[in-house]
């Protein structure tokens, strides 16, 4: 059973469209992140919701809009994709923002811009 | 701006070898540590976390921590070729309600057969 899961796991899509990634987590854990990893495997935070709540929000474009409905879900909508949006994207929970077990991570979307 | 420094490496070491990957944090509240693996094309993957200074033992593997040094290392012990793989070192950023995980940009070890 997938504890962090994420759909879909390849995205490939044209400049200018919009596309979403959808995160779902099983573990009971109260907080949702999205960080984005580079073509230099740099992991850096985007998002994060505690309990549904908004609670981190990094210099992200607003052409970024994270959503999250209940606990369990985090989902990631992106508007007039750009070729710097090519990246891959990672969902994550925790079971607080401060939480000390570390993060659980979900297995990626990798989205190419063309 | 809080930062987390790893050597990207390549870091190249013979099987059953010991492998040494080193992190450095800016922040000196810091008071949780991890450690993830990265195999090519998956998810990072929690191997270790550290919040006392002194060592830390899981079967091979061992972190290290002093916060005076503000330095983290990992050390892997009899290295195997399925060892082989990023590590990112990540540090929790925590105040008020809000924390996150900061990620170095990660040492990529090869062990070699």
């Known amino acids: 059973d997938t504890a962090v899961s994420q759909t879909p796991k390849y995205l490939v899509t044209q400049m200018g469209n919009d596309k979403s990634i959808k995160c779902e987590q099983n573990l009971g854990h109260d907080t949702m992140y999205w960080y984005k990893q580079d073509s230099k495997k740099f992991l850096k935070i985007m998002f994060s919701?505690?309990?549904?709540?908004?609670?981190i929000n990094e210099t992200v474009p607003n052409r970024f809009s994270p959503k999250s409905p209940d606990k369990a879900h985090l989902n990631l909508h992106i508007n007039s994709l750009e070729l710097g949006d090519s990246a891959v994207y990672f969902c994550?929970?925790?079971?607080?923002?401060?939480?000390?077990?570390?993060?659980?991570f979900g297995s990626g979307t990798r989205l190419t811009v063309v | 701006q809080k930062e987390v420094e790893q050597n990207s490496g390549p870091l190249s070491v013979p099987e059953g070898a010991i492998a040494s990957l080193n992190c450095t944090y800016s922040d000196r509240g810091s008071q949780s540590f991890f450690w993830y693996r990265q195999y090519s094309g998956k998810s990072p993957e929690l191997i270790m976390s550290?919040?006392?200074?002194g060592d830390k033992e899981d079967g091979r593997f061992t972190a290290q921590l002093n916060k005076a040094s503000q330095y983290v290392s990992l050390l892997i012990r009899d290295s195997q070729p399925s060892d082989s793989a990023t590590y990112l070192c990540a540090v929790l950023n925590y105040g008020g309600s809000q924390g996150n995980l900061i990620f170095g940009k990660g040492t990529k070890l090869s062990v070699k057969p």
């Open positions: 550290i919040y006392s200074n």
């Open positions: 994550a929970s925790s079971q607080g923002p401060g939480h000390n077990y570390g993060y659980t």
């Open positions: 919701y505690n309990n549904k709540e908004l609670i």
